[in-house]
């Protein structure tokens, strides 16, 4: 029976977001029940093709993502896939219709990780930027508007520079993994090998521009995504906090986290705000 598949399918995508990220799974529960499922399709299918380029070291990662993609493409031709993670995002790509651009430049970013290492200019850094975080965020904006091409539309800037300070903020604080491990230097002019204070001050401070923009479309999000997306720019907020106060020579070193216990409380914090009426 297919509302069977179609269930599990929903659930594997709940698993690998429950598996993958804690943090987002956490602010994704406190979305209404009715888009919930939803952002765990979009997260599981960017989260498998994120891990293929940046994890799956000894295997053909080229021949591995050219049949993602070619299984990708099926799915979203056929309404079906026996994958279930592309089974579930292609249910919710129909369903919001999500415009297929917003699909082709994330795999296009995520294509550029197989081959590309550095990012010399503003262009190509915008460019991969605009593929791996902004259409993710705008494919969960469609969710989060349920339709509304108006809501959409005013939604669409602020939503674009939400994913950008997210995804700003991994790169900064996975300095460590991308640039020794995987030799990628994502930020353009800048020396990750002596990354100093004034170096990551800029950063810090283009990231602190887009969660201002970011937060200005949160407060105009219904009532159904507020909270969750909320929730979780209050965790990227305080994580960006907390490189902006560590070294950057300890940046360099480790792995910045955001401890269990600062989550919950970041959490309740936000719930308060949000019941007040202050978001």
Not at 159 to 174: C, E, I, P, T
Not at 220 to 248: D, H, M
Request: proline share 2%; glycine share 4%; charged share 25%.
């Amino acid at each position: 029976m297919k509302q069977t598949f179609d269930k599990v399918s929903y659930q594997c995508s709940k698993i690998v977001t429950e598996n993958y990220s804690t943090s987002f799974a956490l602010a994704t529960k406190m979305l209404h029940s009715s888009i919930r499922g939803d952002i765990y399709n979009i997260y599981g299918f960017v989260r498998f093709a994120d891990e293929i380029v940046d994890t799956f070291h000894t295997y053909d990662k080229h021949l591995l993502f050219n049949k993602f993609e070619e299984d990708l493409d099926a799915a979203l031709n056929d309404r079906i896939s026996l994958n279930p993670i592309l089974n579930s995002f292609q249910h919710t790509f129909h369903k919001y219709d999500i415009p297929k651009h917003l699909v082709s430049s994330f795999m296009k970013s995520m294509r550029m990780d197989l081959t590309k290492t550095i990012y010399n200019t503003n262009e190509e850094y915008k460019e991969y930027i605009y593929g791996s975080a902004d259409v993710v965020g705008l494919m969960c904006l469609k969710v989060f508007v349920k339709g509304s091409d108006k809501l959409y539309n005013n939604l669409k800037e602020s939503a674009m520079a939400l994913g950008s300070a997210f995804q700003k903020v991994n790169f900064l604080r996975d300095v460590k993994t991308d640039f020794e491990e995987l030799n990628r230097s994502y930020f353009p002019n800048t020396d990750l090998s002596a990354l100093n204070e004034k170096s990551k001050t800029a950063i810090v401070d283009e990231i602190k521009a887009d969660f201002k923009l970011g937060y200005s479309g949160i407060i105009k999000l219904p009532i159904e995504a507020k909270f969750g997306v909320f929730t979780a720019y209050r965790y990227y907020f305080r994580l960006l906090k907390k490189l902006q106060n560590t070294p950057s020579l300890d940046i360099k070193s480790t792995r910045i986290r955001v401890a269990n216990y600062e989550k919950f409380g970041l959490l309740a914090r936000s719930y308060v705000k949000y019941k007040m009426n202050l978001v």
